[in-house]
């Protein structure tokens, strides 16, 4: 079955670039989708198609997907972005999450 | 507004059957799919499996295929996520959330909780 991996931890300071990323084969021929779920919440749709955002999430969330590899960037990390995050991505028409990184801002 | 409104926590034995309920409201409910997915306490996202409410297709996860059934009634807005037999490992929060097939889960109802214990 197709696997999706991440780091299980990401640190970054305030107002500093976060960046987490999802390994998975030839991801980069998928589209991948991240969501951020707070403690106690329903995950939020953040980034879709890759590097698309809903409507209602901040710029400083971008996203980008080639190769192997996607990676989720959230620039000027402010402390509400603290939160666990998960890629997705279809493969064969199913769903298939990440393992999943909780970002800390210290 | 597009919701999706979840039924409420369920405690059951080992062995016992269960139904939840997603029903959405806010936008056509056939136009798009309803995604089941697990969240087991402490621990991340599992993808279980989805429905066409508009033909009730149903494609699951290899890991939940033959342990649960989902079904839809588009006349009443509202996806189902069902087991015959509870198993203790089973106890965990389920959400729903719609999509357009293979884009991304844009709204996600408030959560199921499960606990299965004797």
């Known amino acids: 079955s197709y696997e999706l991996t991440q780091p299980p931890s990401v640190s970054v300071s305030p107002g500093q670039t976060a960046s987490i990323t999802c390994s998975g084969d030839k991801l980069g021929d998928k589209f991948v989708c991240w969501y951020q779920q707070k403690p106690g919440q329903s995950p939020v749709l953040v980034i879709y198609q890759d590097s698309k955002r809903p409507s209602g999430i901040p710029d400083r969330f971008s996203g980008s997907n080639s190769g192997n590899t996607a990676t989720l960037t959230i620039s000027g990390t402010q402390a509400m972005d603290e939160a666990d995050y998960y890629c997705?991505?279809?493969?064969?028409?199913?769903?298939?999450f990440g393992t999943g990184t909780k970002v800390t801002v210290l | 507004e597009v919701q999706l409104v979840q039924s409420g926590a369920e405690v059951k034995k080992p062995g016992e059957s269960l139904r939840i309920s997603c029903k959405g409201s806010?936008?056509?409910?056939?136009?798009?799919?309803i995604s089941w997915v697990r969240q087991m306490p402490g621990k991340g996202l599992e993808w279980m499996g989805k429905?066409?409410?508009?033909?009730?297709?149903?494609n699951y996860s290899p890991s939940f295929q033959g342990h649960l059934t989902i079904s839809a009634d588009k006349s009443i807005s509202t996806a189902y996520l069902q087991w015959s037999s509870l198993k203790a490992s089973d106890t965990s929060m389920y959400y729903c959330?719609?999509?357009?097939?293979?884009?991304?889960?844009?709204?996600w109802g408030q959560g199921t909780l499960v606990t299965v214990s004797s």
């Open positions: 429905i066409d409410p508009s033909d009730s297709y149903t």
């Open positions: 997705q991505a279809w493969d064969s028409s199913q769903g298939v």
């Open positions: 806010g936008y056509k409910f056939s136009d798009y799919w």
């Open positions: 959330a719609r999509h357009e097939n293979t884009l991304g889960l844009d709204y």
